[in-house]
């Protein structure tokens, strides 16, 4: 399995915002099983950034292929090299 980090152009109406709430649960449920990583999302500039486990850029289309906000998307994806930071490190040793 290799990392990728999806960016995500969107343009939204009224329809996307009622589609937001069953496009977040269908990401809390990719968060729950490990697949996405990291979710952000800049209302300024209308764009997502989803950091992700998969496969390849085939299984990653069939991912984000299932959510409801799918038509409003333009996407790149880039697999990455390297990804590090806070959270893929171990936690600080804390004496009593």
Do not use: C
Request: hydrophobic share 40%.
């Amino acid at each position: 399995m290799k990392k990728y980090q999806v960016t995500i152009q969107f343009e939204m109406d009224n329809e996307f915002m009622e589609l937001v709430p069953p496009h977040r649960t269908y990401i809390n449920y990719l968060i729950n099983k490990e697949i996405v990583d990291q979710y952000a999302v800049s209302m300024e500039t209308q764009r997502v950034w989803i950091t992700l486990t998969a496969n390849g850029r085939n299984e990653i289309d069939k991912i984000l292929a299932k959510s409801p906000l799918f038509k409003y998307w333009t996407v790149e994806i880039d697999e990455l090299f390297v990804l590090d930071g806070q959270h893929y490190r171990l936690p600080a040793v804390q004496p009593n």
